[in-house]
Nanobody, 125 residues
Framework: QVQLVESGGGLVQAGDSLRLSCAAS????????MAWFRQAPGKEREFVAA????????NYAHSVKGRFTISRDNAKNTVHLQMNSLKPEDTAVYYC??????????????????WGQGTQVTVSS
């Protein structure tokens, strides 16, 4: 069983930065690929970023590439999402997700078994 708790969300202005964190309660954190998804009101949950068990392999949605960075600290059981140059369209609830490591990083929510409760990010124009 994996428990995930996100933090770091808030209200910011366009162009600002935020750093989201996700703390995992699990025996062997390095056994899991980690990802961030987001869901805006009235929209489906969408992939944002993912990293493999080592953090050495990453994948990003086209809309955030070059602005967001995913990283992890296996010694602290945490994964982070550094978000720079935020835009109003980044406004959403951001979710941390985990799955046992696979051959490749998945961008599909259905492939992730464990989810956090979400943290709200609001970007004003």
């Amino acid at each position: 069983q994996v428990q995930l708790v996100e933090s770091g969300g808030g209200l910011v202005q366009a162009g600002d930065s935020l750093r989201l964190s996700c703390a995992a309660s699990v025996r062997t954190f390095s056994n899991y690929d980690m990802a961030w998804f987001r869901q805006a009101p009235g929209k489906e949950r969408e992939f944002v970023a993912a990293c493999d068990w080592s953090g050495g392999n990453t994948n990003y949605a086209h809309s955030v590439k070059g602005r967001f960075t995913i990283s992890r600290d296996n010694a602290k059981n945490t994964v982070h999402l550094q978000m720079n140059s935020l835009k109003p369209e980044d406004t959403a609830v951001y979710y941390c997700a985990a799955r046992l490591y696979g051959i490749s990083l998945s961008v599909f929510p259905g492939d992730y078994l464990y989810w956090g409760q979400g943290t709200q990010v609001t970007v004003s124009s």
